[in-house]
Nanobody, 117 residues
Framework: QVQLMESGGGLVQAGGSLRLSCAAS????????MGWFRQAPGMQRDMVAI???????NYADSVKGRFTISRDNAKNTMYLQMNSLKPEDTAIYYC???????????WGQGTQVTVSS
């Protein structure tokens, strides 16, 4: 299995920015999708942004224009640049990698993002 480790969460004021990182151990063969998900207290875990092995990206409507997902293949690391943060962005953010036709489906431990008003 691939192990994932998030970092970069913290406390920020509304309108501020944070950059999350997700470092992956090991290589993932074949087509895959990496993504960021978030879960607020009492809520389900929702997709924030995903990026495919081919480079295609997709974003939740609530973060379009504010968040940018990217990856550095040389560093085996995925990023989420979050700008113009809002209090409703407060959640635990998790990274995930899933093989399209394989069995790998790994989650990180999560990193807390808190946006104060």
């Amino acid at each position: 299995q691939v192990q994932l480790m998030e970092s970069g969460g913290g406390l920020v004021q509304a309108g501020g920015s944070l950059r999350l990182s997700c470092a992956a151990s090991g290589r993932i063969g074949g087509a895959y999708i990496m993504g960021w998900f978030r879960q607020a207290p009492g809520m389900q875990r929702d997709m924030v942004a995903i990026i495919s092995s081919g480079g295609s990206t997709n974003y939740a409507d609530s973060v379009k224009g504010r968040f940018t997902i990217s990856r550095d293949n040389a560093k085996n690391t995925m990023y989420l640049q979050m700008n113009s943060l809002k209090p409703e962005d407060t959640a635990i953010y998790y990274c995930n990698v899933r093989q399209v036709l394989g069995q790998i489906n790994s989650w990180g431990q999560g990193t807390q993002v808190t946006v104060s008003s």
